[in-house]
Nanobody, 130 residues
Framework: QPQVVESGGGLVQSGGSLRLSCAPS????????IGWFRQAPGKEREAVACISRTGGLTNYATSVKGRFFISRDNAKNTVSLQMNSLKPEDTAVYYC???????????????????????WGQGTQVTVSS
């Protein structure tokens, strides 16, 4: 069954760093935009960051801009999310997702609209202690 698999979550102190990784199983990331989303207890899921198929375009939530960095290695078919200067409010389950439709055009910008993502992982827990 095609799926996305996240790894790298855990418990970290405020101000620390974590690196999340995402890899496909049964599908490919090549030619597809990838996004990271998160959901904290009692809150709606929100977009964190997304990246175009080439990695040339990225978009970040205002709350993580300058602290989180999304990247991809198309040779290894993986996407990573480097999270620095973590805060307790970053505590959430983090999900990686692949867009449903192949990115066939050269884009000038991207948005992290969750409705465009059809393949989702099970999530990885990130907990930031104060």
């Amino acid at each position: 069954q095609p799926q996305v698999v996240e790894s790298g979550g855990g418990l970290v102190q405020s101000g620390g760093s974590l690196r999340l990784s995402c890899a496909p199983s049964g599908i490919t990331f090549r030619d597809y935009g990838i996004g990271w989303f998160r959901q904290a207890p009692g809150k709606e899921r929100e977009a964190v960051a997304c990246i175009s198929r080439t990695g040339g375009l990225t978009n970040y939530a205002t709350s993580v801009k300058g602290r989180f960095f999304i990247s991809r290695d198309n040779a290894k078919n993986t996407v990573s999310l480097q999270m620095n200067s973590l805060k307790p409010e970053d505590t959430a389950v983090y999900y990686c997702a692949r867009k449903t439709n192949r990115e066939v055009l050269t884009l000038s910008s991207i948005t992290c609209d969750s409705r465009q993502y059809g393949y989702w992982g099970q999530g990885t827990q990130v907990t930031v202690s104060s």
